[in-house]
Nanobody
Protein backbone atom coordinates (compact mmCIF):
# COMPACT_ATOMS: atom_id res chain seq x y z
CA UNK A 1 0.00 0.00 0.00
CA UNK A 2 1.32 3.45 -0.87
CA UNK A 3 1.64 6.14 1.77
CA UNK A 4 1.26 9.80 0.84
CA UNK A 5 2.70 12.78 2.72
CA UNK A 6 1.92 16.35 1.70
CA UNK A 7 4.12 19.35 2.41
CA UNK A 8 4.45 22.96 1.37
CA UNK A 9 1.34 24.44 2.89
CA UNK A 10 1.35 27.60 4.96
CA UNK A 11 0.23 31.19 5.19
CA UNK A 12 0.53 33.45 2.15
CA UNK A 13 -0.85 36.82 1.14
CA UNK A 14 -3.38 37.14 -1.64
CA UNK A 15 -1.64 37.16 -5.01
CA UNK A 16 1.20 35.01 -3.73
CA UNK A 17 2.30 31.51 -4.65
CA UNK A 18 2.88 28.17 -2.98
CA UNK A 19 4.04 24.82 -4.25
CA UNK A 20 2.62 21.74 -2.59
CA UNK A 21 4.42 18.42 -2.76
CA UNK A 22 3.05 14.95 -2.19
CA UNK A 23 5.69 12.29 -1.60
CA UNK A 24 4.72 8.66 -2.07
CA UNK A 25 6.30 5.58 -0.58
CA UNK A 26 5.45 1.92 -0.74
CA UNK A 27 3.51 0.67 -3.74
CA UNK A 28 4.76 1.74 -7.15
CA UNK A 29 4.01 5.43 -7.55
CA UNK A 30 4.15 5.35 -11.33
CA UNK A 31 1.18 2.94 -11.37
CA UNK A 32 -1.11 5.52 -9.79
CA UNK A 33 -3.12 8.34 -11.26
CA UNK A 34 -2.91 11.23 -8.82
CA UNK A 35 -5.18 14.03 -7.75
CA UNK A 36 -5.17 17.12 -5.56
CA UNK A 37 -8.25 17.97 -3.52
CA UNK A 38 -9.17 20.62 -1.00
CA UNK A 39 -11.80 21.04 1.66
CA UNK A 40 -12.72 24.25 3.39
CA UNK A 41 -14.73 24.35 6.62
CA UNK A 42 -18.41 23.75 5.94
CA UNK A 43 -17.78 22.89 2.29
CA UNK A 44 -17.57 19.67 0.34
CA UNK A 45 -14.27 18.23 -0.79
CA UNK A 46 -13.35 19.59 -4.21
CA UNK A 47 -11.15 18.04 -6.90
CA UNK A 48 -8.68 20.68 -8.03
CA UNK A 49 -6.50 18.84 -10.49
CA UNK A 50 -5.75 15.33 -11.64
CA UNK A 51 -2.93 13.76 -13.63
CA UNK A 52 -2.53 10.39 -15.27
CA UNK A 53 0.25 7.89 -14.64
CA UNK A 54 2.66 9.24 -17.21
CA UNK A 55 1.97 12.90 -16.51
CA UNK A 56 0.90 13.52 -20.06
CA UNK A 57 -2.77 14.18 -19.33
CA UNK A 58 -4.23 16.60 -16.80
CA UNK A 59 -7.53 18.20 -15.87
CA UNK A 60 -8.39 21.19 -13.68
CA UNK A 61 -11.39 22.53 -11.85
CA UNK A 62 -12.70 25.78 -13.29
CA UNK A 63 -11.98 27.49 -9.98
CA UNK A 64 -8.22 26.98 -10.37
CA UNK A 65 -7.71 26.71 -14.12
CA UNK A 66 -4.98 29.04 -15.26
CA UNK A 67 -3.68 29.54 -11.70
CA UNK A 68 -2.75 26.04 -10.52
CA UNK A 69 -0.56 23.46 -12.25
CA UNK A 70 -0.29 19.79 -11.39
CA UNK A 71 2.82 17.84 -12.32
CA UNK A 72 4.62 14.69 -11.27
CA UNK A 73 8.11 13.30 -11.16
CA UNK A 74 7.92 9.52 -11.19
CA UNK A 75 11.66 9.24 -10.57
CA UNK A 76 11.15 11.11 -7.28
CA UNK A 77 7.79 9.49 -6.45
CA UNK A 78 6.30 12.96 -6.04
CA UNK A 79 3.36 14.92 -7.37
CA UNK A 80 3.26 18.69 -7.17
CA UNK A 81 0.66 21.43 -7.18
CA UNK A 82 2.00 24.85 -8.14
CA UNK A 83 -0.45 27.50 -6.96
CA UNK A 84 -0.19 31.04 -8.25
CA UNK A 85 -2.35 34.14 -7.86
CA UNK A 86 -3.78 32.78 -4.63
CA UNK A 87 -7.03 34.19 -3.30
CA UNK A 88 -8.53 34.16 0.20
CA UNK A 89 -11.16 31.73 -1.05
CA UNK A 90 -8.37 29.23 -1.74
CA UNK A 91 -7.97 28.78 2.01
CA UNK A 92 -8.53 25.09 2.82
CA UNK A 93 -6.90 21.82 3.73
CA UNK A 94 -5.24 20.43 0.62
CA UNK A 95 -4.82 16.68 0.14
CA UNK A 96 -3.32 14.45 -2.49
CA UNK A 97 -4.72 11.07 -3.42
CA UNK A 98 -3.71 8.05 -5.49
CA UNK A 99 -5.90 5.95 -7.75
CA UNK A 100 -4.93 2.54 -9.08
CA UNK A 101 -8.14 2.13 -11.07
CA UNK A 102 -7.15 3.98 -14.24
CA UNK A 103 -4.53 2.43 -16.55
CA UNK A 104 -4.13 5.44 -18.81
CA UNK A 105 -6.38 8.35 -17.87
CA UNK A 106 -6.67 10.79 -15.01
CA UNK A 107 -9.38 10.17 -12.41
CA UNK A 108 -11.97 12.76 -11.41
CA UNK A 109 -14.25 10.82 -9.06
CA UNK A 110 -13.13 10.90 -5.42
CA UNK A 111 -14.62 7.44 -4.91
CA UNK A 112 -12.05 5.98 -7.31
CA UNK A 113 -9.09 7.16 -5.24
CA UNK A 114 -7.69 4.41 -3.05
CA UNK A 115 -5.16 6.21 -0.86
CA UNK A 116 -5.24 9.66 0.71
CA UNK A 117 -2.66 11.85 2.38
CA UNK A 118 -3.28 13.54 5.70
CA UNK A 119 -3.57 17.02 4.21
CA UNK A 120 -1.77 20.31 4.57
CA UNK A 121 -3.31 23.65 5.52
CA UNK A 122 -3.17 26.54 3.07
CA UNK A 123 -4.26 29.93 4.37
CA UNK A 124 -4.45 32.97 2.11
CA UNK A 125 -4.76 36.33 3.83
CA UNK A 126 -6.43 39.33 2.14
Amino acid sequence: QVQLVESGGGLVQAGGSLRLSCAASGRTFSSAAMGWFRQAPGKERELLAAINRSGGSTIYADSVKGRFTISRDNAKNTVYLQMNSLKPEDTAVYSCAASYSAPYAYVVSPSRYNVWGQGTQVTVSP
